[in-house]
């Protein structure tokens, strides 16, 4: 049985090999750890990184421990979906990074959307 961190850099490189952020419409790349979550906005054919958040930028130590995971995922979408529009980009192209869009990454995306950003 294949285990799951080699099955999930092999979904990572099969989504990479199709996704690519440009300069008018940057990837938006998830990493998801056990315990937090986040987040960059990069450029691919400049490689450069327009943006990055996490969620322990935004909510801190005290009220991390009262929210569940999920909350703070759609906060930091709220939030990096606040700071893109204000770097001017209304579009962006979303990369999961291997993870199912489920739970923690749906929350996430909900949350982008919710701060007005089309992917």
């Known amino acids: 049985m ?3 961190r080699a099955a999930n850099i092999r979904r990572k ?3 990479r090999g199709k996704v690519t952020g440009i300069a008018a419409r940057p990837r ?6 056990a315990r937090h979550i986040y987040v960059q906005l990069i450029d691919d054919s400049a490689g450069r990184t327009l943006a990055a958040l ?3 930028k935004i909510v801190g130590a005290k009220i991390k421990t009262k929210n569940k995971k999920t909350v703070d995922a759609a906060t930091v979408g ?3 979906g606040a700071e893109i529009l204000k770097k001017g980009y ?3 192209v979303f990369d ?3 993870y ?3 739970g923690r990454v749906k929350a996430l995306a909900e949350g982008l959307r919710q701060a007005g950003l089309d992917f």
């Open 2 to 4: 294949i285990n799951k």
């Open 96 to 98: 999961r990074g291997g």
């Open 13 to 15: 490189i099969r989504i």
């Open 78 to 80: 709220k939030t990096m």
């Open 28 to 33: 938006l790349a998830v990493f998801r750890s």
């Open 100 to 102: 199912k869009y489920h």
């Open 90 to 92: 209304k579009k962006i």
């Open 54 to 56: 996490n969620d322990q």
